[in-house]
């Protein structure tokens, strides 16, 4: 198949000289899910050709890029996050001819296409593991993962105190071709994902190749997942602790954010570098710090990386303000854009995670104040839109679903809600198909049902039912942003100017820009700012002030 470029970067920055600019580096970039997105052929679950279709919607809401989760060839133990083939389309999403089409259309229509690319670990349905497993001790294949004889008197125990984020040891033993229990393989996820080895050459060699072939096909970049988890700790050493999981994002892990996973995306900038039409790299790096997430974008490496710590913050103005300066100031050393995120398909959404009490976490598994939630949710966004660098939509946001909580046990798919003491396993709230319409078996998903049960209310929450109307969340995103797009003041940048507030309030400055943010639950008088470009609810003014909603962001140009 041909290679069929992205068109020519057209991002601006105001960033400092000498700091890097391109199309990413104020993108707003749409994360669609395909199962859930939309279903081309009505099985019951979305596809290439679903979204195909759909990229219309997606061009007329005013995003720059999708970015599409894992649809390669996968027995999909983990949502296709167990990859079998890197080069193949699983065929519950179609055929690389559809996603050569979906490449092409998303072009025409002046949008980037970014890909999941899944290097920690494969499916243990790959070519490579099953062999492994098949030739027994001794394989050359074996070097290309990590296995290991285990502890105690006849291998019995694990060789390691690992625990997988999925719950349980980061090990599983092997039976031997006579019966007999072999060597362990490690995973850090499910069993069924073994971690590959980064050490092997041909592991690394398989990735540069995969990456081109990607790259070929006309890719605009790699969302890399678990990017902080290819290299492990020479000699594989003991935690010494137990609830590991616990400890994620407070130190680095002996398996966790080495710093030899640096070299390896050096030498992936150098392949994207060949390819015109400014190709990027997404670092899904979970860190202990906004310090240590920088480092994965450094001038040399990827060129964006998930903020994880402004997702996790809750609704409230002082904390806010101190995870936006600190992400900031992480970002602006290396040059890189800070990347600002709500929602994807990990987390609770945040219409729901705010309609709740503070401090629970990304994983909510009540309902909440819905009214409350979808105020919050409005006023977040428009805040997020507003900070400098480059923002992530997570497919329905735009139209201000919530999580689906009352799913019931026995049409739960989420693989760690079937494992003990793993993961909440309450991801598939964030994951029900969204819909399009206002009546249908699926509301316009696809015309074969939908893979999850979808609420008797999504009806009303549908993109038909909000178009054109005024007020609605998705009229609101059309909006903010159309405004992003023209008003110079928003999208790059490296800094914000924040200006006197009071307290449970914000208020910050950028060039001709001024947004002010009100988390308290009661209206406050603000002076006026200038002239009103955007509110997340009504808002009215006299000569001097403003009375701000409880809950509300406004954007002003001044």
């Known amino acids: 198949m041909t290679q069929h470029l992205a068109a020519p970067s057209t991002g601006t920055s105001d960033a400092a000289p000498g700091h890097r600019t391109g199309w990413w580096q104020d993108a707003v970039i749409y994360q669609v899910y395909p199962r859930s997105f939309a279903d081309g052929n009505g099985d019951g679950m979305g596809d290439l050709a679903g979204v195909r279709d759909r990229l219309p919607y997606l061009k007329n809401l005013g995003v720059d890029a999708v970015w599409l989760s894992p649809f390669y060839a996968s027995p999909q133990a983990d949502a296709g996050y167990d990859v079998s083939d890197y080069r193949a389309i699983d065929p519950m999403f179609g055929t690389l001819l559809d996603a050569d089409a979906l490449i092409r259309d998303a072009h025409d229509l002046g949008l980037r296409i970014i890909v ?4 920690n670990h494969s499916s243990d349905q790959h070519e490579w593991f099953k062999r492994a497993l098949a030739e027994g001790p001794g394989s050359a294949l074996r070097e290309r993962y990590h296995f290991r004889p285990g502890k105690g008197t006849d291998g019995e125990l694990p060789p390691n105190d690992w625990e997988s984020i999925f719950g ?6 092997t039976t031997d071709s006579d019966g007999t229990p072999g060597d362990w393989y490690l995973h850090l996820f499910a069993p069924e994902q073994p971690d590959f080895n980064w050490e092997h050459p041909a592991v690394a060699d398989e990735f540069r190749s995969i990456l081109r072939f990607w790259l070929d096909m006309g890719v605009d970049g790699f969302r890399v997942d678990v990017a902080h988890g290819l290299v492990k700790a020479e000699g594989l050493p003991d935690l010494g602790a137990h609830d590991q999981l616990k400890l994620l994002g407070n130190d680095v892990m002996p398996f966790f954010d080495q710093d030899g996973v640096h070299e390896i995306y050096r030498s992936w900038r150098t392949i994207l570098d060949e390819y015109p039409g ?20 450094r001038h040399d ?12 913050t809750d609704w409230d103005a002082a904390e806010l303000r101190k995870v936006i300066d600190v992400s900031l100031d992480a970002m602006r050393p290396v040059g890189a854009p800070t990347t600002w995120v709500l929602s994807n ?3 609770t959404r945040h219409a729901t995670r705010f309609a709740n009490a503070p401090g629970l976490g990304t994983q909510i598994r009540t309902a909440g104040d819905r009214e409350m939630g979808l105020r919050r949710a409005r006023a977040a966004s428009l805040l997020m839109l507003a900070l400098p660098g480059s923002a992530y939509v997570y497919q329905g946001e735009e139209l201000g679903l919530p999580d689906v909580t009352d799913l019931p046990d026995e049409a739960r798919q989420d693989p760690s809600f079937f494992r003990a003491d793993g993961q909440d396993g309450f991801r598939d709230g964030c994951r029900v198909p969204i819909p399009w319409t206002r009546d249908g078996s699926s509301y316009g998903f696809g015309d074969g049902g939908s893979w999850l049960p979808q609420p008797d209310s999504w009806g009303e ?28 003041g928003l999208g790059a940048g490296t800094a914000v100017e924040w200006l006197d507030a009071p307290e449970g309030l ?15 639950g009661r209206p406050v008088r603000i002076p006026v700012r200038g002239q009103v470009l955007l509110s997340s609810s009504p808002v009215v003014t006299d000569s001097a002030e403003i009375e701000l909603p409880a809950d509300t962001t406004v954007w002003w140009t001044v």
């Open 278 to 297: 400014d190709r990027i790299a997404v670092a899904e790096a979970w860190t202990p710090t906004v310090e240590r997430t920088a480092n994965y974008v």
């Open 116 to 119: 999941d690319l899944v290097p």
């Open 461 to 488: 929450l549908s993109i038909e039912a909000q178009t054109g109307r005024a007020g609605s969340t998705l009229e609101l995103y059309r909006a903010a942003l159309a405004t992003r797009r023209v008003h110079p």
């Open 168 to 173: 349980g040891p980061a090990w599983t033993r």
């Open 301 to 312: 490496e990827m060129h964006q990386a998930f903020n994880f710590q402004y997702l996790s």
């Open 345 to 347: 398909h990990d987390v």
């Open 506 to 520: 914000l208020a910050f400055a950028r060039p001709g820009f001024v947004c002010t943010v009100n988390t308290t």
